[in-house]
């Protein structure tokens, strides 16, 4: 849709370019949309202050001068012309920021595209992969494919910005924000920041870390590929213990020992959760019958009647929420039976709770659960 606009941006562009490096397909019409701002703008302060200048020399007052000015009353014409001209001027561009925002909004379909989990915490990064694979700093992405990311915060308030990319988005406690975006063919790298103050570190969270600046890294599809299935520990490196508890899935010595451990398989430890959560006893998973809550066989991706007449579409973002805050959106189908993990008490507290890591593995399970 936004193609067209590429031509007439590349016209702008300058060795004096006051924007970064263009590197997804956003950035031609968002610098378009800024570069033609920023004319209309500098146009009008030059006609401003030229004719400002103008009249000081040629009206200001001589020795001896005393006018007698006639009062001055309106002009009809002129009062139209600078109502009418300047509307005209914000309808254009508003038209051209909002084509680019629209698109932003309109996320692609998980088959369409790489979706990467993203958590942010005081003060640091953290990037998921459908495939298993994470780094704590780095994303890592591929080159010409769309890019998906599912965000969300574990503390405060953070917001992830990619200049080259002309994204940005907040990303808030307790839901998930999105981002998507399609990388270009060149491999680079590019900084990244988080926007939103989020503490006495919040400088540091992400390139501007002087000890460990953080990047987005775009690779080629070969090199991508390697990073994900490259083993990020080796069996080796734990005891027997740890490896028998890394198997059953009982990951707190392991965690505890490699603070960057990654699941391999986020399915199958959703699975274990479904039940080490007790989950299953409101829940049946493969089906769509209905215990003490309803069933999840199917569920993904259907529109709910939630109880003051709003509905939902049960996604990622319904899921997360109606496991930490249970009586905060429920269906018309069921009474607000479930408890609260948000809270103090309610049989998801304390050590019931789950971890954002815990959270992206049963949200990945329920995706995959059909009616039998």
Excluded at 101 to 124: G, H, N, Y
Excluded at 143 to 154: C, E, G
Aim: hydrophobic share 40%; glycine share 6%; with cysteine.
């Amino acid at each position: 849709m936004l193609n067209h606009l590429g031509a007439t941006s590349a016209l702008l562009d300058s060795p004096f370019r006051m924007l970064p490096e263009k590197s997804s397909n956003f950035a031609d019409p968002v610098d378009f949309a800024f570069h033609l701002t920023f004319a209309i703008c500098a146009f009008f302060f030059a006609i401003i202050v030229l004719t400002t200048i103008a009249f000081v020399i040629k009206y200001r007052r001589k020795p001896g001068d005393y006018p007698n000015p006639k009062l001055a009353t309106h002009n009809e014409s002129l009062e139209l012309a600078w109502t009418l001209f300047p509307s005209v001027l914000l309808v254009v561009i508003f038209w051209f920021g909002t084509l680019p925002f629209i698109e932003m909004r309109d996320l692609p379909d998980d088959s369409e595209c790489i979706v990467i989990k993203v958590t942010a915490q005081q003060f640091q990064w953290s990037f998921s992969y459908n495939d298993g694979a994470k780094t704590s700093s780095d994303l890592m992405l591929p080159v010409n494919r769309r890019i998906k990311l599912v965000m969300t915060s574990s503390d405060v308030l953070h917001s992830m910005f990619i200049p080259n990319f002309r994204v940005k988005q907040d990303v808030v406690p307790k839901r998930y924000t999105f981002l998507w975006f399609e990388t270009n063919a060149e491999e680079a790298e590019y900084p990244f920041y988080c926007t939103e103050y989020c503490g006495q570190l919040h400088w540091a969270m992400g390139s501007l870390n002087p000890e460990a600046p953080a990047k987005v890294k775009v690779v080629s599809l070969d090199k991508f590929k390697e990073f994900l299935t490259a083993p990020e520990f080796s069996a080796d490196d734990l005891t027997p213990e740890l490896w028998e508890e890394y198997r059953n899935g009982n990951l707190e010595g392991v965690t505890a020992a490699f603070p960057d451990l990654e699941i391999p398989d986020l399915l199958a430890y959703g699975q274990k959760l479904f039940t080490a959560k007790t989950c299953n006893g409101c829940h049946t998973a493969n089906s769509d019958v209905t215990l003490i809550g309803p069933g999840f066989g199917g569920r993904w991706g259907k529109t709910l009647n939630l109880v003051g007449g709003s509905t939902a579409t049960f996604d990622e973002e319904y899921v997360r929420r109606s496991i930490l805050e249970p009586n905060a959106d429920f269906t018309t189908e069921f009474a607000a039976q479930a408890p609260d993990a948000s809270g103090m008490t309610g049989a998801m507290a304390g050590p019931m709770r789950p971890s954002e890591r815990e959270l992206e593995a049963l949200i990945e399970y329920l995706k995959t659960r059909k009616a039998e």
